[in-house]
């Protein structure tokens, strides 16, 4: 019987040690040798666990072991060791005391290798972050891209009007075209400072008030070129100066991210007479009503639940990143607003609610 005890004792795959009351080892067994790297049980018998110990493992843990083993009862954890050769060991640990006529004599200990779930665990966080930089990388991309070649395109018209310099008319233009660097600067510099909050703020705070009509103005500044280019008319109603709480450059994204839509739509629909139209307007209880309608094709039915999700596209790779109206929804969403969609007969219209400022707040 000894002998079966003996070769199940160092057969398990757990590895199993015996201490007397103060933890001193008195056994252990194959999977204990085999786990620190230890040749052989002498060299281990009458050491405490203190000679594979290591300081990751906080001195906390150690005195509630004591507290609980001492006091009769079983302890389970999760600790750090080292093995001979300093490398860490990482285990599950299942300590219980042990009795001889009603008298505790020692302890015993079964631990289990978790190396392999905590590299693991690893991978799943480094993945994870990955994750988290590549949604950060996707959305700056996406808001950069236009303010940069809106840069490039106003840089290289400096460079050509320099060469022409003798015509006054070139100096208004010119003034324009820094402008409109100055502006594209200022947008990049909002984006990443929206970035670097992203992750902290999302509670309204440093918002101010915002006026519509120049947030519309200011969406039009990248794009107007863009959209005459490509035959697309556009149409504003607007009716007094609406105020709204927000972002002012958010705001700009909403309207700018519904218009690049429309122009992307455009692009593969094969409508005659492109139109876009926008119209502002105060409801009867108080909201802000942007209208937005296009006749670019429309969005088919069995994707229009998906179009706010982060990521859907209908683009092809490279074109699109599927952010735009996910970023859209966060920001109307963030300033207590709401968006519909609907879409039919190869026309999309959207309807987004602002709660308005009443005039003599400031
Ligand atoms: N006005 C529209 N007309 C037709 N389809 C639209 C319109 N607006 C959005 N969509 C559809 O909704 C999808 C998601 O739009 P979203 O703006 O979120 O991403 P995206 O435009 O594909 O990518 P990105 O905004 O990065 O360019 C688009 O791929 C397109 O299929
Ligand atoms: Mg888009």
Same mark, same amino acid.
């Given at each position: 019987?000894?002998?079966?005890?003996?070769?199940?004792?160092?057969?398990?795959?757990?590895?199993?040690?015996?201490?007397?009351?103060?933890?001193?080892?008195?056994?252990?067994?194959?999977?204990?040798?085999? *786990?620190?790297?230890?040749?052989?049980?002498?060299?281990?018998?009458?050491?405490? +666990?203190?000679?594979?110990?290591?300081?990751?493992?906080?001195?906390?843990?150690?005195?509630?072991?004591?507290?609980?083993?001492?006091?009769?009862?079983?302890?389970?954890?999760?600790?750090?060791?080292?093995?001979?050769?300093?490398?860490?060991?990482?285990?599950? *640990?299942?300590?219980?005391?042990?009795?001889?006529?009603?008298?505790?004599?020692?302890?015993?200990?079964?631990?289990?290798?978790?190396?392999?779930?905590?590299?693991?665990?690893? +991978?799943?966080?480094?993945?994870?972050?990955?994750?988290?930089?590549?949604?950060?990388? @996707?959305?700056?991309?996406?808001?950069?891209?236009?303010? *940069?070649?809106?840069?490039?395109?106003?840089?290289?018209?400096?460079?050509? @009007?320099?060469?022409?310099?003798?015509?006054?008319?070139?100096?208004?233009?010119?003034? @324009?075209?820094?402008?409109?660097?100055?502006?594209?600067?200022?947008?990049?510099?909002?984006?990443?400072?929206?970035?670097?909050?992203?992750?902290?703020?999302?509670?309204?705070?440093?918002?101010?008030?915002?006026?519509?009509?120049?947030?519309i103005?200011?969406?039009?500044?990248?794009?107007?070129?863009?959209?005459?280019?490509?035959?697309? +008319?556009v149409k504003i109603e607007k009716?007094?100066?609406?105020?709204?709480?927000?972002?002012?450059?958010?705001?700009?994204?909403?309207?700018?991210?519904?218009?690049?839509? @429309?122009?992307?739509?455009?692009?593969?629909?094969?409508?005659?007479?492109?139109?876009?139209k926008l119209k502002?307007?105060?409801?009867?209880?108080?909201?802000?009503?942007?209208?937005?309608?296009?006749?670019?094709?429309?969005?088919?039915?069995?994707?229009?639940?998906?179009?706010?999700?982060?990521?859907?596209?209908?683009?092809?790779?490279?074109?699109?990143?599927?952010?735009?109206?996910?970023?859209?929804?966060?920001?109307?969403?963030?300033?207590?607003?709401?968006?519909?969609?609907?879409?039919?007969?190869?026309?999309?219209?959207?309807?987004?609610?602002?709660?308005?400022?009443?005039?003599?707040?400031?």
């Open positions: 019987m000894s002998s079966l005890i003996n070769s199940a004792f160092n057969q398990a795959v757990y590895a199993i040690c015996l201490t007397d009351l103060d933890g001193k080892l008195l056994h252990v067994n194959h999977a204990y040798l085999k *786990l620190y790297k230890i040749e052989s049980v002498e060299e281990l018998i009458g050491k405490t +666990q203190r000679f594979i110990s290591s300081p990751k493992t906080p001195k906390v843990v150690y005195q509630q072991m004591w507290q609980m083993i001492e006091s009769n009862r079983n302890w389970n954890g999760e600790i750090t060791n080292l093995d001979s050769e300093g490398r860490e060991v990482f285990i599950h *640990l299942n300590i219980n005391p042990i009795f001889k006529n009603g008298e505790k004599i020692g302890y015993m200990g079964f631990s289990l290798d978790r190396s392999q779930q905590v590299m693991m665990e690893k +991978q799943l966080l480094h993945a994870n972050k990955l994750v988290v930089l590549g949604t950060l990388g @996707a959305g700056l991309a996406h808001e950069l891209n236009n303010p *940069l070649t809106s840069i490039s395109l106003e840089a290289e018209y400096i460079q050509e @009007a320099i060469h022409s310099f003798q015509e006054m008319e070139h100096l208004d233009q010119l003034k @324009a075209a820094s402008n409109s660097i100055l502006m594209s600067v200022e947008r990049m510099n909002r984006v990443i400072e929206h970035l670097l909050v992203y992750s902290r703020k999302d509670d309204g705070e440093d918002m101010e008030i915002v006026s519509m009509n120049a947030v103005s200011d969406s039009f500044l990248f794009l107007d070129k863009q959209l005459k280019n490509r035959d697309i +008319q009716e007094e100066e609406l105020k709204v709480y927000g972002h002012r450059m958010d705001m700009e994204s909403v309207i700018h991210n519904l218009l690049t839509n @429309a122009r992307d739509a455009f692009h593969k629909s094969r409508t005659e007479e492109k139109l876009i502002l307007s105060r409801t009867d209880d108080d909201w802000m009503m942007i209208e937005y309608w296009d006749n670019a094709g429309g969005i088919p039915p069995e994707i229009i639940e998906k179009i706010y999700d982060p990521f859907f596209t209908t683009k092809v790779e490279g074109e699109g990143t599927g952010l735009g109206l996910a970023i859209t929804k966060k920001i109307v969403v963030a300033s207590g607003g709401m968006i519909s969609c609907e879409s039919e007969n190869g026309e999309t219209r959207f309807i987004i609610r602002l709660p308005l400022i009443k005039e003599n707040v400031q």
